[in-house]
């Protein structure tokens, strides 16, 4: 999107926005308000490489690199990559101005957080967003990049990518298996604009229906603790998405009532239900209750369709989602078909 373009589509929301400390903040309900959608990159295009998170060594993130130059794209590796402050990738100081660096700067078209871990929350507050908003670009990642997604969303309706990172790149792509490869490829095709469109499997436990909203989510546990905050995701009909890994079954339903009781659940318009990698009950504390038995127990006062095995989360099979666009989500009993509108 060109800044004349970007600025003529912005345009509707006078009246409608206020102006914030470090940007353009929408308000509560921008259901209607149009979305603000990065351009699409082409061969020569420069992607950026940073660490806002955990820590990663500049060797681990070559697979990544190379591959992406052979998509066609430039690539810049951040100054936070290879910097360490125990478990994070540099000290708050080195990330967030690592972040903000490549975030304001024009010729920088997308940014790939190298991988997840935890760390953002302690930035996000402090980071500028007005150049981003005049020069929009992509942002990808998952796991503890969901905190950067929501806010997005949440505070200026922008879109973004959900999927792998750089330490998800295969060492050797010949030998790497074809689930691995897809969903690698598909963050190429979300970024040079081919239209996403996704078919799984039914699941017994599925609920059908058609729905049409935004797509909001990724990581339930840190979803769960942006509660409350300026990050805290807008659901009012949107599709959301859900993932986690390492959690008992007891803390997933924990987290679950926290959507529930807090509103998030009543206005979706559909409900995924990716990977989620379950820690084995202690024995003599049994939950006595599965993944779909938690998640429909929730979701039993409303109509909107539910899917579940969504090949979405910290798994091979984790494909490129846009964050903040509108999608349709159809249900039947033989796929749930998720398509980019």
Known sequence: MNRKHFINSF??????VATAGNGLQATEDDSNLPAIIPSLLKAGDEIAITCPAGFISIEAIQPAVNRMKEWGFKIRIGNAIGKRDNSFGGTDQERLA???QLM???NVKAIMCARGGYGLVRIIDKLNFKKLLLYPKWIIGFSDI?????HLNRQYNLASIHSKMCNSFPDNWITADMVQQESIESIRK?????KMKYTVLPNASNRLGNARGRLVGGNLKTIESLAGSSSSMNTRGRILFLEDTGEYLYNIDRMLWNLKRSGKLSELSGLIIGGFKIKKDDEGEEFGRTLEDIVLEKVAAYKYPVCFDFPVGHQKNNLALKCGVLHSFNVTTEE???TEQ
Do not use: E, F, I
């Open 336 to 338: 749930a078909l998720l």
């Open 190 to 194: 979300c970024l040079t604009g081919v």
């Open 11 to 16: 345009l509707p929301l006078v009246g409608v």
């Open 146 to 150: 969901t905190v950067m997604h929501n």
């Open 98 to 100: 690592d972040l903000q």
């Open 104 to 106: 304001d700067d024009k």
